[in-house]
Structure formats: C-alpha cells, structure tokens
C-alpha cells in the first residue's frame, strides 16, 4: 500500500491488491484510489467488485456497476455473468471459506463485520454460525451467536449447544452448563458423543435422554457393540431405560439388542 500511497503505482498492482479485498466496500475503495491516480478501472475490477455484491446479498447493487462498466464502455467478458448471477449454493460455499480465511488470518473483526453484512440480506445460514463459533473465547459471545442463529430464524444444533456448555464448564459454571443440556433437550436437540463426553469431563451427569441419544447415534452408524456398551454405562450409573431406549439399540438390519434393565441383573 505504501507504493499506492507515493504515487508509483501502476495498473497491476491495483489488480494485485483486489485479490486482498474481503468486502465490496474495500473493492469500492481500490477503484477510487485507481480513478484518482488516473487508471481507469477494467473488466477485472469490475468483475470483483459485482463477485462481491454478489456475495454479499446485493443483486440490485451488482447490476448497477454492470451499467456503469457498459457506461464507461468496458466490455464484459466470460467471467462477468458469473459475477452476476452466482448460484445460491455456490456463494455460501465461498462465504464459509471466506470466513474460514479471515478467522485463518486472525482478523476477527473483520469475521464479524461480514457476518453481520450477510445477516442483514438475510443470507447467514447455519453453516456460517457454525464456523465462527470458532470466533468465541468466552460463554457470553458463545450465548450471542446462539441467540443470533435464532433471530435470524436458524435453530443452533448440537455444536452450539456443546460449545457453550464447554465455555461454561471452563468458566467454573458446570451448574449453568448443565441448565444449557435441560434447555437443548427441550429444544429437541440430540445429544452426541462429544456432549457425553463434555458431561463426564466436567461432572454432569446424563440422563436418559442423553443416553439415549448417544446410543442411537452409534446404532445408526452401525456400532451396535459401542451402543451396548453405553446401555452398560447408563445402567451402571443407575439411570434407568424408557420406552425409547429400546427404539435407539434397533440395528438398521431390524436386529434388536434387548434392554435388560436392573431387576433382571441382580436375578
């Protein structure tokens, strides 16, 4: 920047600079500093900063610099389409990896100031409060993004839930990591392995439906001995089977692993 600054900068390197733009704003402003400098922008810049737009959730914004290129008369080429009309798959594709990258480079900020940008369009998905989870040191932010996903309509799933219970255990605040597990359960939220494992690293214990949900998991992914094993463990524990235990130790080949509940192994 400090050769844009003195004044010999030439074309290229502003082209090589767009590839450190994050955001449209950031594009918008190279172009200016290109314009003043006495450049005029080509297909390239125009091409990024519509790919940005894009991104960003702004159609409406993409097109009107693709009337000003035609105005300034520079011509579209192959790449210009797919600026403007990206699918809706492929472009959270790029924003995950976006983030990703920004969280990689440590500019937090910056993560942040993005996803508060795709919120706004209405383009944050589940995906995308996942990754920056990533972002959170404390219980409190961990909270925030929680209830973020949920303004925007999105219901945290179980890494939301086991990252903050995490946050919290580490905090000394096992009681309220444990009123975390009663809330997902209630929110209909399974528990997995790594939610078991977080419970009895912290001293929490499972209830059935934990337990439950675990075994259930194992079934489906064909670990019918593991799932056994953690019948054991709940019985040993001295949490009783209900009437779903049963249905989560049902082998997809329709096999049935019998509940034996305490009774029985005393007799």
């Known amino acids: 920047m400090e050769v844009i600054r003195s004044g010999v900068a030439d074309e290229r390197l502003y082209t ?3 590839k450190a733009c994050d955001t449209s704003d950031e594009v918008r402003h190279l172009v200016r500093r290109m314009r003043s400098n006495g450049f005029s922008p080509d297909a390239f810049c125009y091409n990024a900063l519509m790919r940005s737009l894009t991104l960003e959730g702004k159609p409406a914004e993409a097109r009107q610099v693709l009337e000003e290129m035609q105005a300034a008369g520079v011509q579209a080429d192959s790449k210009t389409q797919r600026a403007l009309y990206m699918p809706s798959e492929l472009a959270a594709k790029i924003n995950h990896e976006r983030l990703k990258q920004l969280l990689h480079r440590r500019e937090v900020s910056k993560a942040w100031m993005l996803l508060s940008q795709l919120e706004k369009v209405g383009v944050a998905d589940e995906p995308l409060y996942t990754v920056m989870l990533k972002a959170c040191d404390h219980s409190a932010e ?9 303004t925007n309509g999105i219901s945290p799933k179980v890494l939301v839930y086991n990252a903050l219970m995490r946050s919290l255990t580490l905090e000394g605040r096992a009681a309220e990591a444990g009123e975390v597990l009663k809330e997902m359960q209630a929110a209909g939220v399974e528990a997995d392995e790594d939610t078991q ?9 499972p209830n059935v439906m934990v337990y439950n949900a675990l075994m259930r998991s194992l079934t489906l992914k064909g670990r019918a001995a593991e799932a056994k094993q953690v019948l054991e463990e709940m019985q040993a524990a001295g949490v009783e089977a209900d009437e779903d235990t049963q249905r989560a130790l049902v082998m997809p080949s329709k096999r049935i692993i019998k509940v034996v509940n305490k009774v029985d192994d005393s007799s």
């Open 16 to 18: 090589i600079m767009l």
């Open 142 to 150: 961990v909270r925030s993004l929680k209830q973020r996903m949920q």
């Open 197 to 205: 494992r977080r419970m009895q690293t912290y001293g929490i214990s």
